[in-house]
């Protein structure tokens, strides 16, 4: 059975035998697991006092112990850090954590399907150290909160850098991580029940005319807003004194047994209207659903950015009218369905005016109320009862979609057949297969109209002799998929190739997926021989450093033929005609648009090894084309302002010329490449990327060429 992992929080308990929202969702997805039987899952989650595992037969609980000790250090770090500006939140008890994991991976038969990490960030980036290299299974990161501490901007850049997909929980949310950096965010709404057994026709809408009373329920903060909102109802009793007969209450709910001077503040103020406002303590989830029937509106003056607004959700899903705030999610939740009133100076008397018009109109509050009850059901994701198979969708995605296949087809009859077949009998069929006849002056261009007559999947393009960039190209113009795979008409895939490449292209959330490959001769057929020249370690990374590891690592290599594509990547790129190293001059725009981009090593691809291939050339014939688009990378990336790209970039022309000036052996190309080094390093200029001892090599060579 398919296996996944989810590591939670690890502040309270899982299952939530002591509340916590995150923790309740997570409880959800593990019941609800029990009744589908979709997965076996390791649920990774601090010890509790009461253990309440026993009843799960698909959740393996590792329970780690956040010792006494421990969690007192970790107070202390905790108040250090929110006391320094700009400072990532950690704490010790994420190492034991990590170790626990590590211990369950070197125990596991087959990989995960999907790692989840919930709301912390510090664990994310341990549990990814412990995947990188060595495993090819996705890690997402589940936000729950906006950006602070625990979910820092560098703490956000350093995953997606490392291809972790985000799950938010609202567009908000998604739209605060996308401000930090450029990664694949999945939305994934929170919920709650949604009763069925009441409609429009049976549900309470309409408060008596003369009495109203309001609520606030949650955390007793200043962040909440709760001193404006005793002054909001201050101001709308004066305005109901002048000549209205109504009676307003308000019941505060949500402090606690241990009052912190806030709540002391809240109290005192409440004091002076002990006839209208009444200060009551938090109570479970269960009671607050049964108490809200006792009220006619309910106020949320939260001054903060809310993530998603669940109390805005359950007040809806009541028909109760609602007033809040411009705050973060809230505004995508509520829709059109309440009063939202801006966090200004104005605050406190907008809210007065809102709740006084609420209270006195009784028509708009039951439309307003009428409105509320039906976006809570009209909206599928805000039922709890969806919330389990909408996060399996996120984070194991089904491949459906279409591929072409694009093969430049010159003077290769010898060789066609073989990787036409290897296509034809691929074990994912959705492909279409397109054949770019590119002027073949032998058979080649019978044979792809030949193999065209036999299957469907297969169209043949004839054109004029373009060059194998403009066979590419007018492949990619006719190209009905969704993704795009480049074959040469020479080499051949295995069987399996293109359904590893769009499974693992949905669940790393990867614009590009590349897999390995290997030499193969004209024995192979016999003997099966082949040689793998790529990275054995699977690797996945964002578009930036993905660029990096084509220039410097054997896995993301620069040729185009390794690697599915989405089909939107080349909205506006194509491949150069009219020179040589094309996919030098492609691969790696295509790489710095990509949000994720990821390999792995199984060697999918088999390249054959034949004489009088393209690049079988003299150098001194080539050594220019590729210089000119090295040069052309350099200031691709300094025109985007990326300085360690434009440096790598540098590193890569300047040992380019250094091959190119030992392997040729005309004096006068010797001298101009001599010439193009010095133009592009000085001691003010040399890279410094990959560290001082490269750049003293590199300066060394200027004066001593060896």
């Not at 949500?254 to 002990?274: C, D, M, P, W």
């Amino acid at each position: 059975m398919r296996r996944i992992a989810i590591v939670t929080p690890c502040i309270l308990p899982v299952p939530a035998t002591l509340g916590g929202a995150v923790e309740e969702l997570i409880t959800r997805i593990i019941k609800d697991n029990e009744k589908q039987n979709d997965y076996l899952i390791d649920l990774f989650s601090v010890r509790g006092d009461s253990e309440d595992d026993s009843i799960f037969s698909r959740t393996h609980v590792i329970s780690i112990e956040y010792k006494n000790g421990l969690r007192f250090a970790d107070r202390i770090l905790d108040k250090l850090q929110r006391t320094v500006k700009g400072s990532e939140g950690y704490r010790l008890f994420d190492k034991d954590i990590a170790v626990a994991f590590k211990e369950i991976l070197l125990d596991l038969d087959e990989p995960y399907e999907a790692v989840i990490v919930e709301n912390q960030v510090s664990i994310a980036k341990r549990i990814v150290a412990c995947c990188q290299g060595r495993y090819e299974f996705p890690v997402f990161f589940h936000m729950h909160n906006d950006v602070d501490i625990y979910r820092s901007p560098e703490g956000l850049k350093e995953l997606a850098a490392c291809g972790v997909q985000f799950i938010a929980v609202s567009n908000y949310i998604k739209s605060q991580i996308i401000k930090c950096t450029d990664a694949v965010v999945h939305v994934l709404y929170n919920g709650i029940e949604i009763r069925e057994d009441i409609t429009v026709e049976n549900a309470r809408f309409s408060a008596d005319e003369y009495s109203i009373r309001f609520l606030y329920a949650g955390r007793i903060i200043p962040e909440k807003g709760l001193i404006e909102l005793i002054r909001a109802f201050e101001k709308l009793s004066e305005m109901s004194a002048k000549g209205n007969s109504q009676k307003f209450a308000l019941d505060i709910i949500g402090f606690s047994n241990s009052l912190t001077q806030y709540e002391k503040r809240v109290i005192a103020l409440a004091e002076q209207h002990k006839a209208t406002i009444t200060c009551i303590k938090r109570m479970s989830s269960e009671k607050l659903n049964r108490q809200y029937d006792n009220y006619d509106i309910v106020v949320m003056p939260t001054l903060i950015e809310e993530a998603f607004g669940l109390v805005a959700l359950e007040t809806m899903e009541k028909g109760l009218p609602l007033i809040t705030t411009d705050s973060g999610g809230i505004p995508e939740v509520v829709g059109d369905s309440a009063i939202i009133v801006g966090r200004s100076e104005k605050l406190v008397s907008d809210l007065a005016a809102a709740m006084y018009r609420l209270s006195t109109d009784k028509a708009y509050r039951k439309e307003l109320g009428i409105k509320a009850f039906n976006r809570a059901r009209m909206i599928p994701e805000y039922n709890i009862r969806n919330y389990y198979s909408n996060f399996i969708r996120t984070v194991d995605k089904e491949a459906d979609e279409k591929i072409s296949v694009i093969v430049p087809v010159y003077n290769v009859a010898d060789y066609l057949e073989r990787c036409v077949n290897s296509l034809i009998c691929q074990s994912y069929s959705n492909i279409e297969i397109l054949l770019v006849d590119d002027g073949s002056t032998d058979d080649s261009g019978v044979m792809c109209d030949s193999f065209a007559q036999k299957d469907s999947r297969i169209r043949v393009i004839h054109q004029e002799n373009r060059g194998l960039s403009g066979a590419r190209n007018a492949g990619i113009d006719a190209a009905t998929g969704d993704f795009f795979f480049f074959c040469d008409s020479d080499d051949f895939l295995q069987e399996d190739a293109l359904e590893v490449l769009i499974r693992k292209m949905h669940k790393d959330g990867a614009y590009i997926v590349g897999c390995g490959f290997s030499y193969v001769w004209d024995d192979y057929e016999m003997s099966g021989r082949e040689e793998i020249v790529t990275d054995h370690n699977p690797g996945v990374w964002n578009g930036k450093r993905a660029v990096i590891e084509m220039m410097r690592g054997n896995s993301i290599c620069t040729v185009a033929w390794n690697k599915l594509y989405k089909k939107e990547l080349f909205s506006d790129v194509r491949f150069p005609e009219g020179m040589l190293h094309e996919d030098e001059d492609t691969t790696y725009k295509l790489l710095y648009a990509s949000k994720i981009v990821s390999y792995t090593p199984k060697a999918l691809y088999k390249y054959y090894q034949r004489t009088g291939g393209i690049m079988g050339g003299n150098l001194a014939e080539r050594y220019s084309f590729l210089l000119d688009i090295l040069d052309k990378r350099i200031q691709y990336f300094k025109a985007k302002g990326e300085k360690e790209l434009s440096q790598h970039s540098t590193i890569s022309l300047l040992e380019n010329i250094k091959y190119y000036y030992r392997n040729i052996s005309d004096d006068r190309i010797k001298k101009e490449l001599v010439r193009k080094y010095g133009e592009n390093i000085s001691i003010s200029t040399a890279p410094v990327v990959m560290g001082i001892k490269k750049k003293l090599s590199l300066l060394l060579w200027k004066y001593i060429r060896y």
